[in-house]
């Protein structure tokens, strides 16, 4: 550790012991630094870890903060649930820097151990819920973590060897009224690691992406900035806004959605069970929900709804869309169910690798503008690399989000300066970003990103299957679907059935092809042997 940053950590100790106020913590001056060796734009006023995040929320009180059926937790209730969990995971022998792996679907339950590891100092880890049996069993080995907090159970419950808690077994630790001490606080540097989210790859099995303290709140505060709801700005009465989440808060933009709401002094409601589109108007009715943060998939469901009419959704103001393209009939579509927001029904671009949002666009942004996803965010540089004569390559950005790696593999996510490779194709003009296509081989159903190579050597393990390619195919309500295209050996016939059930035992429910092609012959492959994907949407003769 540097001079510089002994002196910022210290500093930043002092201040929690003397109860420094939020006004001392967050600004929008943004100011030339030095992040892992390259310059860097940064904040000059920032929280220097998460554990003073949760201490900035303490100035909301008794108002409202969670909301998952008939329970409500205020802020202080939430904070005291915190320590209690933090105590029980002390007592079983988590310490600080342990990863602890989240493993389940968004609960109350889910978001106390979050913060539990992260007073504690520990890495939480944000385990994929959709994942099947294997990849759960690949991914943990992969992390080896010092406990599983899981609501898997029955055939699916997860290996011994892992230390697993029952997640659900918490609630009674969390709607206790039992007063703890506050765990002391840790001492953290904004360069340690905060979280380890998983990122779908390109090659293979999801991959491990670690974030810094310093990503983390450099990400939130670039959307506080964005959102006019910075907590030095706010004053303590300023009434909070009603959020839904119904986004997997194992997911990016999920947790950023529980960060702003957690900041602002706002109350997020929890959408129970599986995503239903009447469960869903029925929250923003009787919650009075201002904000619905979602995916493209998500919203035309419910936009669709058929007793949609019988719902009064007139309190919702705002629609921040992302995890896949929006289209301009969507959008038209959204403005007229909810003529509220007709001003916000924005666009958020970005990927895991670089730790968040890298561009935003309102409304009045994005109107005809086809393409175009809105503008840096404000320590946010982008590029284009190697622009072809209509100014469209690679989009590279570069942010103190930019996360620290892959865990356990040396692939380097951003290169020697800094600046990370998105693998979407774009231009810029002026101003705003245009994403027009992607360079890497993902596809993306429903907002959940999926990485084909992975799906092929899944369907490459059954002895029948000669070759595969996995390829994008669009759909109306997803954006995109899975279509396998499949070689047979000649003297093992198999039915398409028995592909789809080989999938399923191997692949998340997700991630299973939902189109299939059993082509006739060897696959068209360039000079090099490598398969031709591209033409393969255009030519398909599948299903």
């Known amino acids: 550790m540097s001079t510089a940053e002994v002196t910022s950590t210290t500093q930043n100790m002092d201040a929690q012991r003397r109860g420094a106020q939020p006004q001392q913590r967050w600004g929008r001056s943004v100011e030339a630094g030095v992040v892992a060796g390259h310059s860097s734009r940064v904040y000059a006023q920032r929280p220097r870890s998460l554990p003073e995040l949760l201490h ?16 409500r937790l205020s802020f202080v209730d939430f904070e005291a649930a915190v320590h209690r969990v933090a105590g029980h995971l002390l007592a079983r022998g988590i310490r600080q820097g342990d990863r602890v792996a989240l493993l389940g679907y968004n609960s109350v339950e889910w978001l106390a151990s979050f913060w539990a590891v992260q007073s504690l100092g520990g890495v939480a880890v944000l385990a994929n819920a959709w994942w099947s049996d294997d990849e759960t069993r690949a991914a943990l080995a992969l992390i080896e973590p010092a406990a599983v907090l899981t609501d ?7 290996d011994e060897r892992f230390r697993p808690i029952d ?3 918490l609630r009674a630790v969390v709607d206790s009224s039992e007063q703890v001490a506050q765990p002391p606080t840790p001492q953290v540097s904004e360069d340690d690691i905060a979280i380890i989210m998983f990122s779908s790859g390109t ?10 303290h310093r990503g983390v709140v450099a990400n939130i505060q670039n959307l506080l900035v964005l959102t006019g709801r910075l907590p030095s700005e706010l004053p303590v009465d300023k009434p909070g806004t009603v959020s839904l989440l119904s986004v997997p808060l194992f997911h990016l933009a999920g947790i950023q959605i529980s960060f702003s709401t957690l900041l602002s002094g706002g109350a997020l409601v929890f959408l129970e069970g599986r995503f239903d589109p009447g469960k869903v108007l029925g929250l923003i009715q009787r919650e009075k929900v201002r904000v619905w943060g979602s995916i493209p998939t998500m919203v035309s469901r419910v936009v669709d709804f058929e007793d949609f009419d019988s719902f009064d959704t007139s309190s919702l103001r705002s629609i921040p869309m992302g995890g896949a393209a929006i289209s301009a009939e969507l959008r038209a579509k959204v403005q007229r169910a909810f003529p509220a927001t007709k001003k916000s029904v924005g666009s958020l671009y970005g990927l895991t690798e670089a730790g968040g949002v890298l561009a935003a666009g309102s409304a009045d942004d994005v109107r005809g503008r086809p393409g175009c996803v809105g503008r840096a965010l404000p320590v946010v540089e982008l590029r284009i690399d190697a622009p072809d004569p209509g100014g469209v390559g690679e989009i590279f950005a570069r942010t103190p989000t930019v996360t620290m790696g892959y865990w356990r593999d040396a692939t380097p996510i951003a290169d020697a300066d800094g600046w990370v ?4 194709l774009g231009r810029i003009e002026g101003d705003y970003l245009y994403v027009v296509g992607r360079s890497k081989d993902i596809i993306i159903r429903g907002g959940e990103n999926i990485a084909c190579a992975h799906v092929e050597h899944a369907l490459l393990t059954h002895p029948s299957v000669l070759e595969a390619a996995v390829v994008p195919l669009a759909h109306a309500d997803l954006g995109e679907e899975v279509g396998a295209v499949v070689v047979l050996r000649d003297d093992m016939p198999v039915t398409v059935e028995q592909l789809r059930e080989h999938a399923l035992a191997n692949l998340g429910k997700f991630e299973v092809p939902s189109r299939w092609w059993l082509h006739d012959g060897p696959l068209p492959t ?3 042997g490598k398969i031709l994907k591209r033409d393969l949407p255009k030519r398909w003769g599948g299903d």
């Open 167 to 169: 997640i659900r077994a």
């Open 56 to 71: 900035d929320a303490r100035r909301w009180g008794t108002r409202a903060f969670l909301i998952e059926g008939e329970r």
């Open 421 to 424: 490779k998105t693998g979407d």
């Open 526 to 528: 360039n000079a090099t």
């Open 203 to 212: 090659t293979g099995a999801a991959k491990g992406v670690m974030m810094s």
């Open 152 to 158: 898997r159970s029955g055939a699916h419950a997860i």
